[in-house]
């Protein structure tokens, strides 16, 4: 048997045991806006927990391949659907500082806070986040080490995001101690020209140093509002960037990592599998 076909045969293994819950299972007053749950289970288990949060619009299986590299890993891998449609940017133009705070408040925590949105606390990321766990904890014991009564493990949890997503994690990691944070193309809660949202400053319980970023030089939403996001929430202008191709240099101390790698739609690219060995090595930080 080839090489090739031994691949092919492990990557069609792990997309079989993808597991979809249709959110209005979960809880009471939960809705399915786009798309089902999804949930893997590691063949070999780390006790680990890695939840992904998509971009504008998105669907959970564009997490696929994150969640296919983390299981890898012996990761346990959920991909969370949530109210997206709202894209974060219409922030950037609005004369009052707290409207990304607002914005990420309401859809994180479901508060009514902001006039863009209307999500309410059963439809919140948090809510959807803690119910999904929940209900796969009595459906399936192997989850029940990542929950305790209501709360998450935290200190077993990797978060990473995309876009928009990429900004709701960092939120969540204002809140909670997260083990790891791994942002992709965001966040931009940024005002171009006078620097970050007023949250992104504010002291969190996850360590500085957990948090990542993946972006893509050739992005349509530019770099500048997601480094200056990212240095904010890291550890200010002394935060590492280095520009890597489709791999990370061994030994690297960096915590934003930024790619020129051809790609015909570079904001999104950052979970395809060319940029597999990137992933690799975030996860394994």
Not at 152 to 170: E, F, K, N, Y
């Amino acid at each position: 048997m080839t090489s090739m076909v031994i691949l092919f045969l492990l990557i069609t293994s792990v997309f079989a045991n993808v597991r979809e819950i249709d959110p209005a299972l979960t809880g009471a007053g939960i809705q399915k806006m786009k798309s089902p749950h999804l949930a893997i289970v590691p063949e070999r288990s780390q006790g680990k927990l890695l939840i992904s949060i998509g971009g504008t619009g998105s669907k959970t299986s564009e997490s696929l391949n994150p969640m296919k590299w983390a299981t890898e890993e012996g990761y346990f891998s959920l991909a969370v659907d949530y109210p997206n449609q709202v894209i974060s940017t219409v922030c950037q133009k609005s004369t009052e500082r707290a409207c990304f705070d607002r914005y990420r408040r309401e859809i994180v925590f479901g508060q009514d806070v902001s006039p863009l949105l209307n999500v309410d606390a059963q439809n919140s990321i948090m809510n959807r986040i803690v119910k999904l766990v929940e209900w796969l904890g009595k459906n399936d014991p192997v989850w029940k080490v990542f929950i305790n009564g209501s709360e998450l493990r935290w200190d077993l949890v990797t978060l990473i995001g995309h876009s928009q997503g990429a900004g709701h994690i960092a939120f969540i990691s204002k809140f909670y101690p997260v083990k790891k944070v791994i942002m992709t193309g965001g966040p931009h809660d940024y005002f171009p020209g006078s620097g970050p949202a007023p949250w992104v400053t504010i002291p969190g319980r996850t360590l500085s140093q957990n948090l990542y970023s993946f972006l893509h030089w050739r992005d349509f939403f530019g770099t500048e509002t997601p480094v200056g996001s990212s240095r904010a929430l890291m550890k200010g202008q002394a935060t590492v960037l280095e520009e890597i191709d489709t791999w990370i240099p061994a030994g690297s101390n960096a915590q934003i990592y930024i790619t020129d790698h051809p790609e015909n739609d570079p904001h999104n690219s950052l979970m395809n599998e060319e940029f597999r060995d990137v992933w690799k090595t975030l996860l394994a930080k």
